[in-house]
């Protein structure tokens, strides 16, 4: 069974720069598609963005000038560098794979990461 | 990119049969067969209901069921029961490799 976890700080200062690693267990990143999405407190989920094992990425629009996700496959983690942190970027944050087609078969369970001086 | 519009709450009775709609547009929703369904307890990982509008993983009961008209995606579960009681987000490919959310809706079993 594939299991996805995330790790990284739970405080960020404004201003500065997140990163997370989403560590995956009980499969390999290899020909896959792997995802970031967050959950803002009392809001919806929002897609962040994609890479795949062989590092090729999109990222959603609203977000791309400050996103970049990576991947190393030697330690099948990914991660994510999201800058210019403010208030609003407050979520928990989600490593999730795609299924052969567009949808999201596995998730982790979330990291709350809150800005905050 | 707007997130998809979802009712905040739902509710109903055990054995009772409930539908949550998602509407998007025809940049989303109506524009392909690829809305997918998350069941989410909080603190957990959320779990995949139904993907490609109608197509049940193995594992979820049959219960669940999922339909798509026009710009409006809908999940109808059936014979609620109290393990149910949930949050369920819709999603949708929205084209060039994006995708899109809804806001979410809280199932409660009375």
């Known amino acids: 069974q594939v299991q996805l976890q995330e790790s990284g700080p739970g405080l960020v200062k404004p201003s500065e720069t997140l990163s997370l690693t989403c560590t995956v267990s009980g499969g390999s990143l290899n020909s896959y598609y792997w995802s970031w999405i967050r959950q803002p407190p009392g809001k919806g989920l929002e897609w962040i963005g994609y890479?795949?094992?062989?590092?090729?990425?999109n990222y959603n629009p609203s977000l791309k000038s400050r996103v970049t996700i990576s991947v190393d496959t030697s330690k099948n983690q990914f991660s994510l560098k999201l800058s210019s942190m403010t208030a609003a970027d407050t979520a928990v944050y989600y490593c999730?794979?795609?299924?052969?087609?567009?949808?999201?078969?596995?998730w982790g369970q979330g990291t709350l990461v809150t800005v905050s001086s | 990119q707007s997130a998809l519009t979802q009712p905040r709450s739902v509710s109903g009775s055990p054995g009772q049969s409930v539908t949550i709609s998602c509407t998007g547009t025809s940049s989303d929703v109506g524009g392909y067969n690829y809305v997918s369904w998350y069941q989410h307890h909080p603190g957990k990982a959320p779990k995949l209901m139904i993907y490609?509008?109608?197509k049940r993983p193995s594992g979820v009961p049959d219960r669940f069921s999922g339909s798509k008209s026009g710009n409006t995606a809908s999940l109808t579960i059936s014979g609620l029961q109290a393990e149910d009681e949930a949050d369920y987000y819709c999603?949708?490919?929205?084209?060039?490799?994006?995708?899109?959310f809804g806001g979410g809706t809280k199932l409660t079993v009375l």
């Open positions: 890479i795949y094992y062989t590092g090729s990425t």
């Open positions: 490609d509008v109608t």
């Open positions: 999603c949708s490919y929205a084209g060039s490799y994006t995708w899109v």
């Open positions: 999730a794979r795609h299924a052969s087609g567009y949808y999201f078969e596995y």
